[in-house]
């Protein structure tokens, strides 16, 4: 049963969740050491030892719930350890139990169950945070681009007509290019906002990676030798076919090629792989570039960051949305010593695609 914002047990759970760690083990530790008192026989307890030894799941429970999986777990392995004078008859006063390894087996086993529901149910909580997050991030994306793109389109235009008005030799025409060029730039920023924030519809056919990964690198070679890059690929001849959008996942290939080829240093290689792994197509596109360093390694596919002065952050954020309305996924490998590899899984096989999200909406 999930609890809505407005329960009074949300509001004291929330407030719960910021109290200090050491006030949350405190009362574990607390009745740990007093159920542990009590089985020993040092304190008079009026119940019997049968169900005494029943209230050790309430520490187990509560760890669980708290700390989840580790602390369920954790918590499990205290309680044997507390049984073991039980079973040696340590203490004179505590009586000898021979048979409770059955309790031991469902101690564990409801300190990991607990554990990994409440996991399960954080895992599913913070990624509702983060797609309320992303909605909100689109709306404010589009209403910001839709405001700004009419001015900019505006500007450019003008600086254009300057330009040509102006004499080659004016030592402005070269500082309205740089004007023109950053306008250029928040244009392309503006429109990558837009397309980000609107639902992508795909449309389903069965397609041939390798024919596709040729496509785009045929239409991205021109770029290559500019750069001094060698585009090369390794293509498995075996791959069946896969249900997908032809042109959205040209979209993902030709920026995942483009950026290897920036990222790379002249006269080095841009290697494009595809294999079936685990019934799943692979594309690999591997770099020789600097790498991705550890501290950026987390923000890859946020949109808006990128590394590049140029970049406008939103081509791996996209990518990586279409990857996964294709039920498959986008990740990458920093390389040793150098380079980094960018790999899409595609599902072999499914037979029906993805809804989009208007269409989910919808239903």
């Given at each position: 049963?999930?609890?809505?914002?407005?329960?009074?047990?949300?509001?004291?759970?929330?407030?719960?969740?910021?109290?200090?760690?050491y006030?949350?083990?405190?009362?574990?530790?607390?009745?740990?050491?007093?159920?542990?008192?009590?089985?020993?026989?040092?304190?008079?307890?009026?119940?019997?030892?049968?169900?005494?030894?029943?209230?050790?799941?309430?520490?187990?429970?509560?760890?669980?719930?708290?700390?989840?999986f580790?602390?369920?777990?954790?918590?499990?392995v205290?309680?044997?350890?507390?049984?073991?004078?039980?079973?040696?008859?340590?203490?004179?006063?505590?009586?000898?139990?021979r048979?409770?390894?059955?309790?031991?087996?469902?101690?564990?086993a409801?300190?990991?169950?607990?554990?990994?529901l409440?996991?399960?149910?954080?895992?599913?909580?913070?990624?509702?945070?983060?797609?309320?997050?992303?909605?909100?991030i689109?709306?404010?994306?589009?209403?910001?681009?839709?405001?700004?793109?009419?001015?900019?389109?505006?500007?450019?235009?003008y600086?254009?007509?300057?330009?040509?008005?102006?004499?080659?030799?004016?030592?402005?025409?070269?500082?309205?290019?740089?004007?023109?060029?950053?306008?250029?730039r928040?244009?392309?920023?503006?429109?990558?906002?837009?397309?980000?924030?609107?639902?992508?519809?795909?449309?389903?056919?069965?397609?041939?990676?390798?024919?596709?990964?040729?496509?785009?690198?045929?239409?991205?070679?021109?770029?290559?030798?500019?750069?001094?890059i060698?585009?090369?690929?390794?293509?498995?001849?075996?791959?069946?076919?896969?249900?997908?959008?032809?042109?959205?996942l040209t979209?993902?290939?030709?920026?995942?090629?483009?950026?290897?080829?920036?990222a790379?240093p002249?006269e080095?290689?841009?290697?494009?792989?595809?294999?079936?792994?685990?019934?799943?197509?692979?594309?690999?596109?591997?770099?020789?570039?600097?790498?991705?360093?550890?501290?950026?390694?987390?923000k890859?596919?946020?949109?808006?960051?990128?590394t590049?002065?140029?970049?406008t952050?939103m081509?791996l954020?996209?990518?990586?949305r279409?990857?996964?309305?294709?039920?498959?996924?986008l990740?990458?490998?920093?390389?040793?010593?150098i380079?980094?590899?960018?790999?899409?899984?595609?599902?072999?096989?499914?037979?029906?695609?993805?809804?989009?999200?208007?269409?989910?909406?919808?239903s």
């Open positions: 049963m999930k609890l809505s914002k407005d329960h009074p047990l949300y509001a004291l759970w929330t407030q719960y969740k910021f109290v200090p760690l006030w949350k083990i405190l009362p574990i530790f607390l009745l740990l050491a007093g159920l542990f008192v009590a089985d020993q026989g040092w304190l008079p307890w009026p119940l019997p030892s049968d169900i005494l030894h029943r209230l050790y799941f309430l520490p187990i429970v509560l760890s669980g719930l708290l700390f989840g580790q602390g369920g777990l954790t918590s499990a205290i309680v044997t350890l507390l049984f073991i004078p039980h079973w040696i008859g340590l203490f004179s006063a505590a009586p000898i139990h048979g409770f390894f059955e309790e031991i087996i469902l101690f564990y409801f300190g990991i169950l607990i554990g990994l409440v996991d399960r149910e954080r895992m599913e909580s913070r990624l509702r945070q983060d797609q309320e997050h992303l909605a909100i689109g709306e404010a994306a589009a209403t910001v681009a839709h405001e700004l793109k009419n001015p900019v389109i505006t500007i450019g235009a600086i254009r007509k300057m330009q040509q008005k102006i004499r080659f030799d004016d030592p402005n025409r070269e500082r309205l290019e740089v004007i023109y060029q950053e306008c250029r928040l244009e392309l920023l503006l429109k990558d906002m837009m397309h980000f924030s609107r639902p992508i519809n795909l449309h389903f056919i069965p397609l041939d990676v390798n024919h596709l990964v040729k496509e785009v690198i045929d239409v991205i070679q021109p770029q290559a030798e500019t750069n001094q060698l585009l090369s690929s390794s293509l498995d001849g075996n791959l069946p076919p896969v249900l997908a959008d032809r042109s959205r979209q993902v290939l030709h920026n995942l090629i483009l950026n290897a080829i920036q790379s002249p080095q290689m841009v290697l494009v792989q595809t294999s079936k792994q685990r019934g799943q197509v692979r594309i690999e596109v591997t770099d020789k570039g600097c790498g991705i360093q550890p501290d950026f390694q987390e890859v596919f946020a949109p808006f960051f990128s590049k002065r140029e970049g952050g081509g954020a996209v990518s990586k279409i990857v996964e309305l294709h039920q498959g996924k990740v990458f490998r920093p390389n040793q010593p380079g980094t590899t960018f790999m899409v899984y595609l599902p072999i096989g499914r037979k029906t695609a993805a809804p989009s999200p208007s269409k989910a909406k919808e």
